[in-house]
């Protein structure tokens, strides 16, 4: 993956002097919902990169975070989001928080989101980022995504930020009757897409290909110090 500032400075001009307004309008003009794009605007996404990407913050591109993970591109993120069609009374469950970028998008459309994150460092630097915003409706817990939230609840939507060879059997089980899954699925090295998942009954399921991606890979292990 190539970042903006390893290019050569002729092309790099045209990734400069960009803010919010700009990345929401060009987010409209793909077709992303007005309530995502509302929530959007209330995130000001270079609180959540480091300093050298920070000029980058309103472009439309994935961008590096720390442990060698990435903050997902805006259009991915709220296409994402826009997929699981969240209704202000949901229980949502996200399995990557990052550095809280997306978690605080959908914090403003939902009840309250449970996230996971399995490196200590971003589990951290997200609470903190969130506590900047004063958001009151999220639950942070440090863990292994891959065994869904652990306890015997339910949830509305999952959202997953990182690649997986399988959708986990543990995310299926935290899913309630007609909620919905999404989470890019990762065929080969170079081969990634996302996949919508809406389970229809008891152990029944419906799953729907999207658009190919790229994502880190969802990590089955200890918890990253």
Not at 61 to 66: C, D, G, M, Q
Not at 125 to 141: D, E, F, M, S
């Amino acid at each position: 993956m190539f970042f903006p500032w390893q290019k050569n400075r002729k092309k790099e001009r045209i990734f400069l002097n960009k803010n919010n307004n700009d990345l929401i309008k060009e987010l409209k003009e793909k077709g992303i919902d007005k309530n995502i794009l509302d929530a959007m605007r209330k995130v000001a996404r270079e609180l959540f990169v480091n300093e050298v990407s920070s000029r980058y913050a309103y472009e439309n591109i994935a961008l590096p975070v720390e442990c060698e993970q990435t903050i997902s591109q805006p259009y991915v993120v709220a296409y994402m989001i826009d997929c699981l069609k969240l209704k202000k009374t949901d229980k949502i469950l996200e399995v990557g928080t990052g550095t809280g970028y997306q978690t605080a998008i959908i914090s403003y459309l939902c009840q309250k989101i449970y996230t996971i994150e399995i490196f200590a460092k971003l589990f951290n630097q997200a609470k903190i980022n969130i506590g900047k915003l004063g958001i009151k409706n999220v639950i942070h817990k440090l863990g292994n995504g891959v065994n869904g939230w652990g306890e015997k609840i339910l949830f509305d939507a999952i959202i997953v930020s990182a690649a997986s060879e399988k959708i986990p059997l543990k995310l299926l089980q935290n899913l309630k009757s007609h909620g919905k899954l999404i989470i890019p699925i990762k065929y080969s090295l170079e081969n990634q897409k996302l996949k919508l998942v809406k389970k229809t009954g008891e152990n029944s399921f419906e799953q729907k290909e999207l658009f190919d991606v790229k994502f880190v890979p969802l990590l089955d292990k200890n918890i990253e110090h």
